[in-house]
Each structure stands twice: as structure tokens, then as C-alpha cells.
Nanobody, 118 residues
Framework: QVQLVESGGGLVQPGGSLKLSCAAS????????VGWYRQPPGKQRELVAA???????QWNDSVRGRFTIIRDNNKYILYLQMNTLKPEDTAVYYC????????????WGQGTQVTVSS
């Protein structure tokens, strides 16, 4: 069982920055796809960015160039650096780790609220 614990959310003004952290309970980055999702108010959960074990990164086009996803392989921490935040980035942000195949596994963190407002 993998546990994911997010932190770093909060209230920020438009144009500001926040850095989210996701601490995993064990080493998973080499075998799981790890990433961030978000769920805006009244909308479905959507991918923000994800690292795949093959080294590729998947992005939501609305955040490309503003957000950066970083892995610390030694500390089992996944970060999401968010710059030039917009009101439409307001959402609950979730950390995710998953692996496919015949026995797919999907882990979620508890979520952290990010509110972009003046």
C-alpha cells in the first residue's frame, strides 16, 4: 500500500506562485506513473502533469510553460511548481500514482486546495 500526502496549497493572488509537495511512503517513481490532477469547482478531475517510468512527461496544455513537475528520487517527493497562476487554476489538487497492466493499481492523495483570487 502506497500512501501519498500532499501539502503546500493555499490562497494566492493572480500572477503569483505556489509549490505543492507530495510525499510518497516508499520508492515508486521508477515503476509508477506519478503526477498531479486537479478538480475545479463543479468540474471533473483532470490531469495537470505526470511523469511516466519511461522518462516522458505528459502535460495539460493549459498549464504548459507555467507549471513545472519535479521528482526528488532520494526523498520520494513529487513537486508541482506553479507560476503565473490564474483564477481558472483554482481547484483541489491531487497527487496520483498508478500502474497499468493486468492488475492496475491507482493511489490518490487526500488533496490540497489551491485558490487563485484577488
Amino acid at each position: 500500500q502506497v500512501q501519498l500526502v500532499e501539502s503546500g496549497g493555499g490562497l494566492v493572488q493572480p500572477g503569483g506562485s505556489l509549490k505543492l509537495s507530495c510525499a510518497a511512503s516508499q520508492s515508486i517513481f521508477s515503476t509508477y506513473t506519478v503526477g498531479w490532477y486537479r478538480q475545479p469547482p463543479g468540474k471533473q478531475r483532470e490531469l495537470v502533469a505526470a511523469f511516466h517510468p519511461n522518462g516522458t512527461t505528459q502535460w495539460n496544455d493549459s498549464v504548459r510553460g507555467r507549471f513545472t513537475i519535479i521528482r526528488d528520487n532520494n526523498k520520494y517527493i513529487l513537486y508541482l511548481q506553479m507560476n503565473t497562476l490564474k483564477p481558472e487554476d483554482t481547484a483541489v489538487y491531487y497527487c496520483n500514482a498508478n500502474v497499468g497492466g493486468l492488475a492496475p493499481i491507482n493511489y490518490w492523495g487526500q488533496g490540497t486546495q489551491v485558490t487563485v483570487s484577488s
